[in-house]
Every structure is written in C-alpha cells, then in structure tokens.
C-alpha cells in the first residue's frame, strides 16, 4: 500500500514565525499536493508539484511557498505565520494515467497559530 | 468559479436506511468521478469512482449513479452502518491527463443506531 507521511503531526506556532511542513512519500509518484482543510470549505488546494524541482501554485497559494527537492519529499513553508492559517494540512500523492488514477493522502498536520 | 458541488453539507440517516449524497460539476470535459471517504483524524482515502463511459458504478453497499447530460451524480450507501458515519468528498478530472483533481466541499454523513 502506498504511503504518505506527514510531520510533524500536530504544530502550536507564534504569530510572525515560520514554520515548515514536511511530506515524504514512497510511492514514487510524480505529482504531490498540499490542500488545507477547513470546516465548510473542503478541500483547498494550495501548491503542487509534477516532480523534482517544480512547483505550481494552487486556489490559494497567498502566505505559502512550497519545495521539491526530490521526487519523495514536498515541504509547504510558512515565512510568516498568521492565526489564519490555523487549520489541518494535508499530503498527497498521486499520478494520473492509465494504472493509477487516485490521490494517497497523509494522516494530516493541525496546525495553530497563536 | 466551484467546479464542483455536494449537496448536503450534512446527512443524517438512521441504520439500516439509504443515504443518497448528491454532486454535481461544471466542466463538460470531466470523465472521471472519484469519491473519497474520510473519518475523523485521518486524510481522505479512495472509496469508489466512475468514469463518464459508464452510467452505474457498484461496490457492495456504495453505488454510483452518473448522469452525464445534467452533469450530476450521486452516491447511494444502502443499509447505512455506523461504520460509514465519515465525510465523502465528490472529485472529479481529466482521465489519463496530468491534469488537476477538483474537490467538493464534502458532505458529513452520521449514521445514528
């Protein structure tokens, strides 16, 4: 089974700070994705990747930059943490084509930013 | 511009009943539909998917109902257990593209013993 690990799991971070998430998958997919998941919006897309090196932004990628150093590791970076970005982050992988066409998510990062 | 809805935000059934969790989209060139389940603490997981080709998906109690012409579908959990109390988020893409995976706002489903 393919597997998506997030740290840290759980982040209490002061207001001005910056924080890094981490993502690593062995699944050895091209594309990874951050979204944030908040009560009545779903899933929010906020950065992606097709592979090393490469970064898209997402629906709301304002306050957040991302890294793909290599195909298993995709980090979303905070320079400067506002109480806004209180929520849930989530990992995933994926690739889309004929033999794999879903998305394996990471167990989530709640993230509070006092 | 949401590319694709979910209606209810909130179902409640009772065990045993039909929970019927409506979708809809907007871009004509979607042909693939997944749906995802996800419990509390955790991320979301694939439970079932339908391509535009087919108009009826099943997998034991989960079944999905495609129209393409009213660019609708809808997934029916029959004999509601406890166990499927969880949030089901409605996808939908461009099959065998690289192209992005668009999310419904979900719909919480609690089923009451």
């Known amino acids: 089974e393919a597997a998506v690990t997030q740290s840290p799991r759980n982040k209490v971070a002061v207001t001005g700070g910056k924080v890094t998430l981490s993502c690593n998958q062995t699944?050895?997919?091209?594309?990874m994705y951050w979204y944030r998941q908040d009560t009545g919006h779903g899933l929010r897309l906020i950065h992606y990747?097709?592979?090393?090196?490469?970064?898209e932004k997402g629906d709301i990628p304002d306050g957040y930059k991302a890294s793909r150093p290599s195909q298993e590791n995709f980090s979303l970076i905070l320079e400067l943490a506002t109480p806004s970005q209180t929520s849930v982050y989530f990992c995933?992988?994926?690739?889309?084509?004929?033999?794999?066409?879903?998305?394996?998510f990471g167990h989530g990062t709640k993230l509070s930013v006092l | 511009q949401q590319q694709v809805r979910q209606s209810p935000q909130s179902l409640t059934v009772w065990e045993g009943e039909t929970a019927i969790l409506n979708c809809s989209y907007e871009?004509?060139?979607?042909?693939?539909f997944p749906w995802y389940q996800q419990f509390p603490g955790e991320g979301p997981a694939l439970l079932i998917s339908?391509?535009?080709?087919?108009d009826k998906k099943e997998d034991g109690r989960f079944t999905i109902f495609f129209n393409k012409r009213e660019k609708k579908l809808s997934l029916h959990i029959t004999d509601s257990q406890p166990g499927d109390s969880a949030t089901y988020f409605c996808?939908?893409?461009?099959?065998?593209?690289?192209?992005?995976?668009?999310f419904g706002d979900g719909t919480q489903l609690v089923v009451k013993p």
């Open positions: 995933a992988s994926g690739d889309y084509g004929i033999s794999n066409e879903r998305l394996f």
């Open positions: 699944n050895n997919h091209n594309n």
């Open positions: 990747s097709y592979g090393a090196g490469s970064t």
């Open positions: 871009d004509s060139t979607f042909n693939y």
């Open positions: 339908i391509r535009s080709v087919s």
């Open positions: 996808a939908a893409s461009v099959r065998n593209s690289n192209n992005r995976i668009f």
